[in-house]
């Protein structure tokens, strides 16, 4: 079965750090990875995807995530965090094996300390 | 250019009941994929349609049903309401054939009591 890991349910991160959010996945088929973000009583903005090609992902809002096919990983990056970043952040997998659903892991909440 | 809007907002229901979600996808996408977020999880997927035609479904007893309107937008029902189906219900849209590329509206706060 499909399944997506965010080991982490709360990080807490001081402003104008640098940030690695984590992604596990387990899938039998060549992975369409997302990373979605969403605030409090929202609903979820995409901010990347990977499909093919460089596995090292530009994102909005300076994020980028880099895919580890070894490691079946996809983690989340930014170099220096904003206030304004604390957000739940979801990690999301599909797969043309499995049909058009997006499975996500249970998210990542963020907290950014000044 | 308008993104994927979601109606209502918030939605107080009484355990047994039945109720209707509306969405309308964003110009140009033609499907139309539904999830149900309960508090503290992931979206869960609900079912996705495509040409007015159910494309794929989840984990969800046949009391979630689906509509999808020749101007993709869509609708989901949900009968017999339960406690459990509290929930965040998001709609999410897609470009023709980028059935993955999932763009989310703001979602319907579901209250059972």
């Known amino acids: 079965a499909q399944s997506v890991t965010q080991p982490d349910i709360h990080i807490t991160v001081s402003e104008g750090a640098s940030l690695e959010l984590r992604c596990n996945y387990s899938?039998?088929?060549?992975?369409?990875l997302f990373w979605y973000v969403q605030s409090p009583g929202q609903g979820l903005q995409l901010l990347l995807k990977?499909?093919?090609?460089?596995?090292l992902v530009q994102g909005i809002k300076g994020f980028e995530a880099e895919f580890k096919r070894s490691q079946s990983s996809f983690n989340l990056r930014k170099p220096s965090v904003h206030w304004s970043d604390a957000a739940e952040y979801f990690c999301?997998?599909?797969?043309?094996?499995?049909?058009?659903?997006?499975?996500f892991g249970a998210g990542t909440i963020l907290r950014v300390k000044s | 250019e308008t993104g994927v809007t979601q109606s209502p907002t918030h939605l107080i229901k009484t355990r047994g009941q039945q109720v209707t979600l509306r969405c309308s996808s964003q110009?140009?996408?033609?499907?139309v994929s539904w999830y149900q977020q309960a508090l503290g999880q992931g979206p869960q997927f609900i079912f996705q349609?495509?040409?007015?035609?159910?494309?794929g479904r989840g984990n969800f007893p046949p009391r979630f049903s689906g509509l999808q309107f020749p101007n993709y937008s869509s609708e989901l029902n949900v009968n017999a309401l339960e406690l459990d189906d509290s929930a965040l219900y998001l709609c999410?849209?897609?470009?023709?054939?980028?059935?993955?590329?999932?763009?989310f509206g703001p979602g319907t706060r579901l209250t059972v009591t």
């Open positions: 349609y495509y040409r007015e035609e159910e494309n």
């Open positions: 990977y499909f093919s090609g460089d596995t």
């Open positions: 999410a849209s897609s470009l023709p054939g980028q059935g993955y590329e999932q763009y």
């Open positions: 110009s140009g996408h033609n499907t």
């Open positions: 899938y039998g088929a060549t992975p369409y």
């Open positions: 999301a997998v599909g797969a043309r094996e499995y049909g058009n659903k997006l499975v």
